[in-house]
Structures are given as structure tokens and as C-alpha cells.
């Protein structure tokens, strides 16, 4: 909630500066701008550092890939080691792939992020990087790099049709997904040679299943936790009402016994 508070602060001050500074044209273009909806801040900035290092890449093509790309070689005393397994998931060989993977980005990314939160996204971000990154040391091509956005478009996909679950149930959206994207993948991931990260697809989706449940789990809980809550603060609060009737309603009683002993007593 604080960094899409603070994406709406940067934006309209971007606002204001393009209607300020814009001449004649200024006015229009921020009205225009005013307009437009930061609807998902984790997937459009991730969307965007995607595109900015894939445009870099071009100016030097291929270093990039090599230096922020995840190797099947990890030597874990070399601290770029460990940011490799983050930075991976930020860079793309080819527009066609980078295409795709933006593609299916936007069709999913900002459903599941409206329906889970920004702040979990960008765990569910952080934990699909590092888990396909060990996946691709444990089990990738020799002498092979890994690259690209495919296993968090994996883990959104699975998390997309997950938006309608609760504790204990399973819909049927999801199992049918599961079932067509899933199998593909496994069934790729033995017997197809096509140069493809297919075991991060599946940590991807093995990742966006666990926590897409987690994070229903844990709002059941809240939830039960605030009702038991508000009902504990009622109870209370009747309790309060009822003590106050029985202190004023004695109060009323030794009042009127005070005067009418007074009463005795002047007669």
C-alpha cells in the first residue's frame, strides 16, 4: 500500500510538472496523463525495468545477458553470484522474447496483483527469481544461461486462476490450467531439446500455487482474528452498559432511601 501510495505521489508530480513546464501543449497532456491509471505498480515497474535493460542490451549486445544473465555455474564466495540469481529474470535474448513474456504480463500480471496485493507480488518476484535460478544450477544445460521473465509469467498465470480459492478448496479453473500448463511443461522438460528454461516455468508455477494458497490461508485468519476481535470489543462494551444500569439503578435506590430517612427524621 506505501509504495502504490508513492507511485501515485511520483506520478502526479510528473503531472504537474509536464503542465507547468509544457507551454501550450502542457495543459492537455497532463489532463491526458491525469487521466491514466497506475493499476498495478509492481507489474508496470517490473514490465518496465524488463524493457529499459533489453534496450540497453541493444547498445551492447549480449553483455548484458552475460553479466546480470544466471549461469549453471554458481560460485557462491562471488557476491555477483548471489544478485545473478535475482537479476536473471530482468533480461531477454530477442524481442520476440521479450515480446512474449511482456504479453503475457500484462494479460495476467495486473488481475493477480489487484487480487493479492503489490506487496505480495514482489515477494512472489523475489522468490521465483531465486527458486529458478537453484533450479537452473541443479538441473540446466551445460554451460548454459539462464534468462528471461517466463517463470514469473508462469507463476502469475497459476496465481491468476487462483484469485477465486479459499482455505481447503480447489477451483476448477485452476486444476484445468494446472493441468494443460503444467503437463506441457514436464513433459518438455525430459524429452524436448529446445533450448527452453522449462524447470523455471515450473518453479514459477510450483511458487505462485504455494503462495497464492499462503496468502488465502493467512487472510482467512485475519479475518476470523478481526471478527473475534470486534465481537470480544462488543461483548465488552455490553458488559460496560449492564454495569453502568446496576451502579446507577443503585445509586437511584440509595437516594431515595436517603430521603426518605431525612423525611422520618425532621417529622
Known amino acids: 500500500e506505501i509504495f502504490c501510495r508513492r507511485c501515485d505521489e511520483v506520478w502526479e508530480d510528473l503531472c504537474d510538472r509536464v503542465e507547468s513546464s509544457?507551454?501550450?501543449?502542457?495543459?492537455?497532456?497532463?489532463?491526458?496523463?491525469?487521466?491514466?491509471?497506475?493499476?498495478?505498480?509492481?507489474?508496470?515497474?517490473?514490465?518496465?525495468?524488463?524493457?529499459?535493460?533489453?534496450?540497453?542490451?541493444?547498445?551492447?549486445?549480449?553483455?548484458?545477458?552475460?553479466?546480470?544473465?544466471?549461469?549453471?555455474?554458481?560460485?557462491?564466495?562471488?557476491?555477483?553470484?548471489?544478485?545473478?540469481?535475482?537479476?536473471?529474470?530482468?533480461?531477454?535474448?530477442?524481442?520476440?522474447?521479450?515480446?512474449?513474456n511482456m504479453s503475457y504480463l500484462m494479460l495476467v500480471g495486473p488481475s493477480a496483483e489487484k487480487a493479492f496485493g503489490?506487496?505480495?507480488?514482489f515477494i512472489i518476484l523475489i522468490l521465483v527469481a531465486v527458486s529458478s535460478g537453484f533450479a537452473h544450477v541443479l538441473i540446466g544445460t551445460q554451460n548454459s544461461v539462464q534468462l528471461g521473465a517466463s517463470g514469473v509469467v508462469f507463476a502469475l498465470i497459476l496465481l491468476n486462476s487462483l484469485v477465486s480459492a479459499s482455505v481447503g478448496t480447489?477451483?476448477?479453473?485452476?486444476?484445468?490450467?494446472?493441468?494443460?500448463?503444467?503437463?506441457?511443461?514436464?513433459?518438455?522438460?525430459?524429452?524436448?531439446?529446445?533450448g527452453v528454461s522449462h524447470h523455471a516455468h515450473l518453479t514459477g508455477a510450483i511458487v505462485g500455487t504455494v503462495v497464492g494458497y499462503q496468502v488465502h490461508k493467512r487472510r482467512a485468519r485475519e479475518m476470523a482474528e478481526k471478527i473475534a476481535e470486534d465481537w470480544l470489543k462488543l461483548s465488552r462494551r455490553r458488559r460496560g452498559k449492564k454495569k453502568e444500569t446496576k451502579a446507577s439503578t443503585?445509586?437511584?435506590?440509595?437516594?431515595?432511601?436517603?430521603?426518605?430517612?431525612?423525611?422520618?427524621?425532621?417529622t
Open 118 to 121: 503489490s506487496d505480495n507480488l
Open 170 to 194: 480447489v477451483p476448477l479453473s485452476f486444476l484445468i490450467t494446472a493441468t494443460f500448463w503444467i503437463g506441457e511443461e514436464m513433459f518438455k522438460l525430459f524429452f524436448a531439446e529446445d
Open 22 to 100: 509544457g507551454g501550450r501543449f502542457g495543459s492537455p497532456i497532463a489532463s491526458f496523463m491525469r487521466r491514466l491509471v497506475v493499476d498495478a505498480p509492481v507489474v508496470l515497474s517490473f514490465s518496465l525495468a524488463c524493457i529499459t535493460l533489453y534496450l540497453l542490451d541493444l547498445l551492447v549486445p549480449g553483455k548484458l545477458q552475460v553479466y546480470l544473465g544466471c549461469p549453471k555455474r554458481f560460485v557462491y564466495l562471488n557476491p555477483m553470484a548471489w544478485i545473478r540469481m535475482i537479476t536473471h529474470i530482468f533480461v531477454h535474448s530477442s524481442f520476440q522474447h521479450i515480446k512474449g
Open 250 to 266: 443503585a445509586k437511584i435506590s440509595m437516594d431515595f432511601f436517603k430521603k426518605k430517612m431525612n423525611k422520618k427524621k425532621t
